[in-house]
């Protein structure tokens, strides 16, 4: 089984990934070292067997297909490639750490596919990141002898006080 990236893919590389996004759908994915390299391979004449011993050789895991079918899943999933026959073996990353007994750091470098959709220019949404800190204000009126907070939202917080006298 071969596959194939589709046309029409933005492709940055960000330092440890592989940023792709699919202009068609608003979507962007990133793509771990382990996806990248299998992404980077399917070029419609790679076997899933040089797949896995490039994978091997890249990252430390073992040779292994059906680490090739987890990326491959995942890839097809997100619409970035092409099976050239049938569909991609169905396992899970659950059932691959179990057999092959990884390690939590040869876990990590099992393939990964994070998908998130990106706002259209026409939806007049800003994707800079902004921070905001919430504040609060508080008063104490001595006259009325209530304490109060105020939020930033503008909402009254607190009850008047009782004063015993002795």
Excluded: W, Y
């Amino acid at each position: 089984m071969t596959a194939r990236r589709v046309e029409g893919l933005l492709i940055a590389r960000p330092e440890g990934e592989l940023l792709v996004v699919k202009e068609s759908s608003n979507e962007a994915h990133a793509l771990n070292e382990t996806a990248a390299i299998v992404f980077d391979l399917c070029d419609g004449a790679t076997s899933r067997a040089v797949m896995a011993a490039e994978v091997a050789r890249r990252t430390g895991l073992p040779v292994d297909e059906s680490i090739i079918d987890l990326a491959l899943a995942d890839l097809v999933e997100a619409g970035l490639v092409i099976l050239d026959e049938g569909e991609p073996a169905s396992i899970t990353r659950r059932s691959l750490v179990r057999r092959l007994a990884l390690s939590a750091a040869a876990m990590a470098m099992l393939p990964i596919v994070e998908t998130i959709v990106v706002p259209s220019q026409a939806s007049g949404v800003s994707v800079t990141p902004t921070t905001t800190t919430p504040s609060t204000s508080t008063s104490t009126s001595t006259s009325t002898s209530t304490s109060t907070t105020t939020t930033s939202e503008g909402d009254v917080i607190g009850q008047p006080e009782k004063h015993k006298k002795k």
